[in-house]
């Protein structure tokens, strides 16, 4: 397999652990955003949301979780194996963020590949903002915390 097709699926496997979770803790199965839009149900985990870059051009988000018409996460699902250029994109990851309409950026780091200056970096730069940055899929748990944290009063299976 090339290098940049196992990236890709090694990024989708990322992706894949954040829907088990939505799935297994609280009970909600992903959906399409064309999906969403057009029911607008919460709470949902939508797949590939867009929304507008540091640049004025649409991006996409692998997941917003929308627990209600005024509360949401975006979740950004960052897989860098080896080295590369992933970590030199967090910069304008970090400043395309700052800019969402949604209440909470969730960013997961994983693969190992990055240099540990760049996610340093990132999680440094991101205080203070509405974005938390996960240092690596080792840190689903921590991931898994920080947003029943930051779900008023928490949020169980028994709860939706």
């Given at each position: 397999?090339?290098?940049g097709r196992r990236?890709n699926v090694?990024?989708?496997?990322?992706?894949?652990?954040v829907?088990v979770?939505f799935?297994?803790?609280?009970?909600?199965?992903p959906?399409?955003n064309?999906e969403?839009?057009?029911?607008?149900?919460?709470p949902?985990?939508?797949?590939n949301?867009?929304?507008?870059?540091l640049?004025?051009?649409?991006?996409?988000?692998e997941?917003v979780f929308?627990?209600?018409?005024?509360?949401?996460?975006?979740i950004?699902c960052?897989?860098q194996?080896?080295?590369g250029?992933v970590?030199e994109k967090?910069?304008?990851?970090?400043?395309s963020?700052?800019g969402?309409k949604e209440?909470?950026?969730?960013?997961?780091?994983?693969g190992?590949g990055?240099?540990?200056?760049s996610?340093t970096?990132?999680?440094?730069?991101?205080?203070g903002t509405?974005v938390?940055?996960f240092?690596?899929?080792?840190?689903l748990?921590g991931?898994?915390?920080?947003?029943?944290?930051r779900?008023d009063?928490?949020i169980?299976?028994?709860?939706?």
């Amino acid at each position: 397999m090339k290098q940049g097709r196992r990236a890709n699926v090694s990024g989708k496997v990322l992706e894949g652990q954040v829907e088990v979770i939505f799935r297994t803790w609280f009970d909600i199965t992903p959906v399409g955003n064309k999906e969403w839009t057009e029911n607008k149900t919460y709470p949902a985990l939508v797949r590939n949301v867009p929304f507008t870059t540091l640049y004025g051009t649409q991006g996409r988000s692998e997941f917003v979780f929308y627990l209600n018409p005024d509360k949401s996460f975006r979740i950004e699902c960052k897989w860098q194996a080896v080295s590369g250029s992933v970590d030199e994109k967090y910069p304008y990851l970090l400043e395309s963020m700052k800019g969402v309409k949604e209440t909470n950026v969730l960013i997961i780091c994983g693969g190992g590949g990055a240099k540990p200056q760049s996610i340093t970096w990132l999680i440094e730069n991101a205080k203070g903002t509405k974005v938390t940055v996960f240092r690596s899929v080792d840190d689903l748990a921590g991931f898994i915390q920080t947003l029943v944290r930051r779900i008023d009063n928490g949020i169980r299976r028994d709860d939706i």
